[in-house]
């Protein structure tokens, strides 16, 4: 089993920049990679979307078109903690911000792919 916590959500205006931390414990060494999902308002039905992914042994990484030059994922394998970058915040980016842990070399951005997840963290982006 691998728990997952995540961190680093808030209140932030257009333009401004978070840092989502997500702390890995449990058995993290079968972990083969490592990403970030979230889920917009009024879209809970919906599958969780993807945003980031990064392979915890090579330290590839992957992204949503969406995020793509704005976000950046990255690892700290010594504190097994994966971060999330995100710059030039937008409203539509608000969502709850979930980090989830995969231990098979599946599609990285389908959340199936993800046998453990963490509870979410909240980051909303006024205008």
């Known amino acids: 089993q691998v728990q997952l916590v995540e961190s680093g959500g808030g209140l932030v205006q257009a333009g401004d920049s978070l840092r989502l931390s997500c702390a890995a414990s449990?058995?993290?060494?079968?972990?083969?990679?490592m990403a970030w999902f979230r889920q917009a308002p009024g879209k809970e039905g919906k599958e969780r979307e993807f945003v980031a992914a990064i392979n915890w042994r090579s330290g590839w990484r992957t992204y949503a078109d969406s995020v793509k030059g704005r976000f950046t994922i990255s690892r700290d394998n010594d504190k097994n903690t994966v971060y999330l970058q995100m710059n030039s915040l937008n409203p539509e980016d608000t969502a709850v911000y979930y980090c989830a842990a995969s231990e098979t070399s599946g599609p990285l951005s389908r959340p199936y792919n993800y046998a453990y997840w963490g509870q979410g963290t909240q980051v909303t982006v006024s205008s």
């Open positions: 449990g058995r993290t060494s079968s972990t083969y990679a």
